[in-house]
């Protein structure tokens, strides 16, 4: 980066997650200038890594001649982070902004700020990162009201009204997905190209799953017999796996998101299972993508900090 473009960049948004940490330099407009990633996510450094591991990925952005806003959220702000950002409790807005901490940096370049995330005490649940997102939803639909639905390893369903978040909950589909096809008695028969889906599989899978949410433990060894006997393919076992799984999540959701309105925020092939089976179970919903509604939050928490200069 040149000089001028170094002198261009009014800002840095970081979306800090447990294996990957992705920046964006962003001019005083909001334009993105530059776009950086990297495998250092929370789980891999010690607190007091976190700032080298930034500079790594930033550094080329920075100006020796005055200090820039990092605005960051997602599990930068955890307990085993680079410094816990407590969560703030639903029923409230997305971001308690004003409630973000600063960790101690030893380059003078840099003015970082932490989102906290939020949690809920009964039932039991916590987010981090996933709250930008549904304030960066706001931020461009002011007046959404409904459940948004955040796919991922562990997908969230959050309930929004009025501005605020009322309620929320996780579920460990991704990881149930990952542990069976890759460690349970089913991957004998799910060896193969994992990056193919099979739609007729998922399906028949979905609708055995939103169908029998109480049964799932039994239908799964299915699978694996399916194999043995009928030579159910890897990847339609694959594909009827994950169908399953996510039908189970939705059928536990049926009285969250009927008659209401869905929002998807995610990129990429996950958030379309979850919009394609919504569809296929009769609810339409919007899809938003993750990275334009991430920096629509991050925007918002940085504008709060702009005007408490």
């Known amino acids: 980066m040149t000089e001028n473009s170094r002198a261009a960049v009014g800002w840095i948004a970081v979306d800090w997650g447990t294996t990957q940490v992705r920046a964006w330099a962003l001019s005083g407009s909001g334009e993105i200038l530059q776009r950086a990633s990297s495998a250092r996510g929370m789980s891999t450094l010690t607190p007091d ?11 080329p952005w920075l100006d020796h001649e005055r200090t820039i806003d990092v605005v960051a959220c997602g599990m930068v702000g955890a307990r085993q982070g680079w410094r816990e950002a407590p969560y703030t409790e639903v029923p409230c807005a997305p971001q308690a902004v004003e409630r973000m901490i600063r960790p101690e940096v030893r380059d003078a370049r840099l003015r970082v700020s932490i989102i906290p995330g939020l949690c809920q005490r009964a039932p039991a649940d916590v987010l981090r990162g996933e709250e930008t997102q549904v304030a960066g939803l706001l931020a461009e639909h002011a007046d959404y009201s409904g459940v948004v639905c955040l796919p991922g390893t562990h997908s969230k369903w959050v309930k929004v009204r009025d501005g605020r978040v009322t309620a929320f909950q996780t579920f460990m589909t991704g990881e149930l997905f990952a542990l069976l096809s890759q460690q349970s008695v089913l991957r004998h028969g799910m060896q193969g190209d994992a990056g193919h889906l099979d739609q007729q599989a998922f399906d028949s899978g979905l609708q055995a799953g939103a169908g029998q949410a109480q049964r799932l433990v039994g239908a ?8 043995l006997l009928a030579g159910l393919g890897p990847v339609a076992a694959r594909s009827r796996l994950s169908g399953l799984l996510i039908g189970e999540e939705l059928a536990a959701l049926d009285e969250r998101w009927r008659g209401q309105q869905v929002c998807v925020i995610g990129d990429g092939e996950s958030a379309e299972r979850y919009r394609h089976a919504l569809d296929t179970l009769g609810v339409t919903a919007l899809t938003v993508s993750a990275e334009r509604v991430t920096l629509a939050g991050l925007s918002a928490a940085h504008e709060h900090i702009q005007r408490g200069i």
């Open 49 to 59: 890594q976190f700032e080298g591991a930034l500079l790594e990925l930033i550094e």
């Open 220 to 227: 799964l060894f299915g699978l694996r017999a399916e194999g």
